[in-house]
């Protein structure tokens, strides 16, 4: 079955660095978009950005340039989220999630979906 | 800012039936997906494509579309569906993923 597995909680002080890992099995690692999600405390779902797990060209949303960077290891089926110069705003819980995208010819619209997610990883920011 | 507009919020009766709405320019062309999330839990995809349901979502659940508007409608609605739901499609320039600002459903 599909699973998404990411690490474990983190704490780390503001101008530090952190790396999440999510590692994928079930499925063919490369055959299947991975995307980033933060979910700030009591906040909404904010999407990051994705990297395409076929050529590992990453894309990231206004906001995740710069400080972030999304990064593959495919021979162990697993993407990265690394965050550098950490700020206590960063504290949130940060999901992968597999993307599925495909056209519907018979309605003329595309449909594009998450349909697996990591169970999260809290990234909390304190001195 | 979000290009998905929601409701912040909804009530609705024990085993009566509630829409929640996702409004946003780029639903003429991309599917909205919805995501169930209840608290301390990841979300979970509920309604996909025109209106497909991954296994094990029950059937109660459904989704439509219609110009720049894509609903969920839970159809009566069971003590369990109360969580926080939010859409996802595309933005405007149909680059980039964006989520809706989430809709709180209370189940009375």
């Known amino acids: 079955q599909v699973q998404l597995v990411q690490s474990g909680s983190e704490l780390k002080k503001p101008g530090a660095s952190v790396k999440v890992s999510c590692k994928a099995s079930g499925y063919t690692f490369t055959s299947y978009a991975m995307n980033w999600v933060r979910q700030a405390p009591g906040q909404g779902l904010e999407w990051m950005g994705w990297?395409?797990?076929?050529?590992?060209?990453?894309t990231y949303a206004q906001g995740f340039t710069g400080r972030f960077v999304f990064s593959l290891d495919t021979s162990v089926s697993t993407a990265y989220l690394q965050i550098s110069s950490l700020k206590a705003e960063d504290t949130a819980v940060y999901y992968c999630?597999?993307?599925?995208?495909?056209?519907?010819?018979?309605?003329?619209?595309?449909?594009?979906?998450?349909?697996?997610w990591g169970q999260g990883t809290l990234v909390t920011v304190s001195s | 800012s979000s290009e998905l507009t929601q409701d912040p919020a909804v009530s609705v009766a024990l085993g009566q039936t509630v829409r929640i709405t996702c409004q946003g320019d780029s639903l003429r062309s991309y599917y909205a997906s919805w995501y169930q999330q209840k608290p301390g839990q990841a979300p979970v995809l509920v309604i996909y494509?025109?209106?497909n349901r991954p296994s094990g979502i029950p059937d109660r659940f459904s989704g439509s579309s219609s110009g720049n508007t894509a609903s969920l409608t839970i159809t009566g609605a069971q003590a369990e569906d109360e969580a926080d739901y939010y859409c996802n499609s595309r933005d405007s320039s149909g680059n980039h993923r964006v989520f809706g600002t989430g809709t709180k459903v209370t189940v009375l």
């Open positions: 494509g025109k209106n």
């Open positions: 999630a597999r993307e599925i995208g495909n056209y519907d010819i018979l309605t003329g619209y595309y449909k594009y979906y998450f349909d697996y």
């Open positions: 990297i395409n797990t076929n050529t590992g060209n990453p």
